[in-house]
T-cell receptor, first 111, second 116 residues
Framework: GESVGLHLPTLSVQEGDNSIINCAYSNSASDYFIWYKQESGKGPQFIIDIRSNMDKRQGQRVTVLLNKTVKHLSLQIAATQPGDSAVYFCAETGGYQKVTFGIGTKLQVIP | NAGVMQNPRHLVRRRGQEARLRCSPMKGHSHVYWYRQLPEEGLKFMVYLQKENIIDESGMPKERFSAEFPKEGPSILRIQQVVRGDSAAYFC??????????????FGPGTRLLVL
């Protein structure tokens, strides 16, 4: 069936290091991908998005890479900070408003 | 520029009671979505609404759950005769509904429903 999943449920990184959070999707019709950050007790916060006609997009300290061949998405966070500690969700939509979320990866930043 | 507003933030109900969750979208947004999240899980789509119209309710349980987005006022997610399994965080999101940016959804802080 159609699904979006994450490889690692928990990721621990040292403050200052780079973080890479991975996501696999199975719906080949997906054409828009979003990364959300959710801190404890809060709603998901939009981080960065990418459309299927791109393979890389950069924001402030974050980069999203899309590999459509293997249906893989990753979020790279440069110089990880304690404030980056949260659960990160990848989400996808196939040209329609219904967004499918992955399980999430918990990022723990070690001071 | 207020974001998506949800109230109440926390709601406690006893089994059999009704729960009403409210969502005010961001200013200028005409599309509203409701999601449900269980602890340590991702968000599950429930329903997608535009003003006075339900566009997609494929994620809504067939019974006890309903949603509306009237011409005036907030969107309401209504759960009748709540059961303990309804305990979860319910998130609302909104999007502009324009040709390009409509797919980016912005989330509210959620309503945590606890059924005793």
């Amino acid at each position: 069936g159609e699904s979006v999943g994450l490889h690692l449920p928990t990721l621990s990184v040292q403050e200052g290091d780079n973080s890479i959070i991975n996501c696999a999707y199975s719906n080949s019709a997906s054409d828009y991908f979003i990364w959300y950050k959710q801190e404890s007790g809060k709603g998901p916060q939009f981080i960065i998005d990418i459309r299927s006609n791109m393979d890389k997009r950069q924001g402030q300290r974050v980069t999203v890479l899309l590999n459509k061949t293997v249906k893989h998405l990753s979020l790279q966070i440069a110089a990880t900070q304690p404030g980056d500690s949260a659960v990160y969700f990848c989400a996808e939509t196939g040209g329609y408003q219904k967004v499918t979320f992955g399980i999430g990866t918990k990022l723990q930043v070690i001071p | 520029n207020a974001g998506v507003m949800q109230n109440p933030r926390h709601l406690v109900r006893r089994r059999g009671q009704e729960a009403r969750l409210r969502c005010s979208p961001m200013k200028g947004h005409s599309h509203v979505y409701w999601y449900r999240q269980l602890p340590e899980e991702g968000l599950k789509f429930m329903v997608y609404l535009q003003k006075e119209n339900i566009i997609d309710e494929s994620g809504m349980p067939k019974e006890r759950f309903s949603a509306e987005f009237p011409k005036e006022g907030p969107s309401i997610l209504r759960i009748q005769q709540v059961v303990r399994g309804d305990s979860a965080a319910y998130f609302c999101a909104s999007s502009p509904g324009t040709a390009y940016t409509e797919e980016t959804q912005y989330f509210g802080p959620g309503t945590r429903l606890l059924v005793l």
